[in-house]
């Protein structure tokens, strides 16, 4: 393990060793609280052929990705180009087919849109690397809902729904706007959807795991691979939400996260990376996510640079009213508009929110603590809800901060309200 990290955050760097013993593959942790970073850790290897983790590598971060996008959004609407209560289709009027036609931006950030069911949209996971061809399918599809009556995890439609949105008022693609707007204004080397070469070459390779699923390592008929998740990845997650009463729904996480042959789609691939899947291959370094949240994190301004102002990101960030009905993800992720809220191993931080991925990647930030955690992996197992390793760091970022004295633990909330 390399990198630095001021004292007081030393649980943070033994988490991270116990992780790094514990998974195949490597990480990179990045903390700032306070308007400095505070931790830059990483280690491990890169991948199968035993590289080192370096300072400058990135790793494909699924829905990590999301939160990216989402920030974007906000970006605009605080530029007045985009309303969270304005019908998608004054954006994109092809988009108003097939009792699409009220659906709000609001409803598309809180996953109410019913729009989800992306198995059913297209005939095969390669037609995700075609933006033209999933934006024409989004037009053609129905809501798989009423609009508004439930809340369905958009696991890969959300970022070509938010992506279209974006590029529709701004006229510039997207990978465009994630450099233009987000990355050069805050000096990031590390954030990339739709990779160019030169960051391709930095990037950690997906570490095969035992179940291969979303790295390319299952070789078997996309039936047979279907049902061994059904018997592992699923049925592991089953036990584990029925010990509090939870049912899940095999055949809509299907719809959300599985076109057909996905088994073999490779996310850590170069053709891939290359393309623009806003809601799931993302390329980022820690150090990268963890800076774009502590922007978030103090009022949407840090070091001199703004992205957004206090008032738009107060609106953005407020919880919105859950559904009574739940699908794909069936218990309340605490959704804000973009980003869902956040759970450690020391609680769930009420003001927190940011978007963790499938396979251990996350970002959040905290503004009653002015505080950003990032992480980001290339092996071991996860779910698409996140997985323990972001919850672990997370919990030892609180444990960090709860060891300060105490007068100077009433000072900073002080400082906070």
């Known amino acids: 393990m390399e990198g630095e990290l001021h004292p007081t955050f030393t649980p943070v760097a033994d988490t991270l060793r116990r992780l790094l013993r514990s998974y195949a593959g490597g990480a990179a942790v990045c903390v700032w609280y306070e308007g400095e970073c505070v931790v830059d850790l990483w280690g491990g290897v890169r991948d199968e052929s035993r590289r080192r983790w370096e300072h400058d590598t990135l790793a494909p971060s699924f829905s990590t990705t999301k939160g990216v996008a989402s920030t974007l959004v906000h970006v605009m609407v605080d530029r007045g180009l985009l309303d969270y209560d304005e019908r998608v289709a004054k954006y994109w009027p092809e988009f108003a087919r097939n009792g699409k036609e009220s659906i709000t931006l609001r409803q598309v950030l809180s996953h109410q849109s019913g729009l989800y069911h992306v198995r059913q949209m297209i005939d ?40 279209e949105i974006l590029q ?33 070459a930095r990037a950690a390779e997906l570490m095969r795991t035992r179940l291969g699923f979303l790295s390319g390592a299952l070789r078997v008929p996309e039936a047979v691979a279907l049902a061994r998740l059904r018997r592992t990845w699923f049925a592991v997650l089953q036990r584990m939400f029925s010990t509090v009463g939870i049912s899940l729904d095999f055949e809509s996480l299907l719809d959300a996260l599985a076109p057909r042959g996905i088994t073999s789609f490779d996310f850590g691939s170069e053709r891939v990376l290359r393309a623009c899947i806003p809601a799931a291959n993302g390329l980022f370094d820690a150090r990268s996510l963890a800076k774009l949240y502590a922007v978030l994190a103090h009022g949407g301004e ?35 508009l973009g980003w869902h809220g956040v759970f450690t ?60 004295p105490r007068s100077a633990r009433r000072r900073l909330a002080a400082q906070a309200r």
């Open 302 to 336: 840090l070091g001199g640079v703004r992205l957004l102002s206090r008032q738009t990101l107060n609106r953005a960030t407020q919880r919105q009213s859950p559904t009574p009905s739940r699908v794909v993800i069936p218990f309340d992720m605490r959704w804000r």
């Open 345 to 404: 191993t020391r609680g769930i931080p009420p003001r927190a929110f940011g978007h963790f991925g499938f396979g251990g990647s996350g970002a959040w930030a905290d503004p009653s603590r002015r505080l950003a955690v990032a992480l980001v992996v290339n092996g071991g197992v996860g779910t698409p809800f996140g997985d323990l390793r972001i919850a672990r760091i997370g919990g030892a970022v609180l444990a960090s901060l709860a060891r300060r």
């Open 168 to 200: 529709r008022v701004t006229g510039r693609p997207f990978p465009e706007l994630v450099q233009q707007e987000l990355a050069r204004p805050l000096g990031l080397r590390g954030l990339y959807v739709g990779a160019p070469p030169e960051a391709i």
């Open 124 to 163: 095969h996971a390669e037609e995700m690397l075609d933006w033209n061809g999933m934006v024409r399918a989004i037009e053609r599809a129905a809501p798989i809902h009423p609009p508004g009556k439930r809340t369905g995890y958009h696991g890969l439609t959300y970022g070509y729904l938010v992506g």
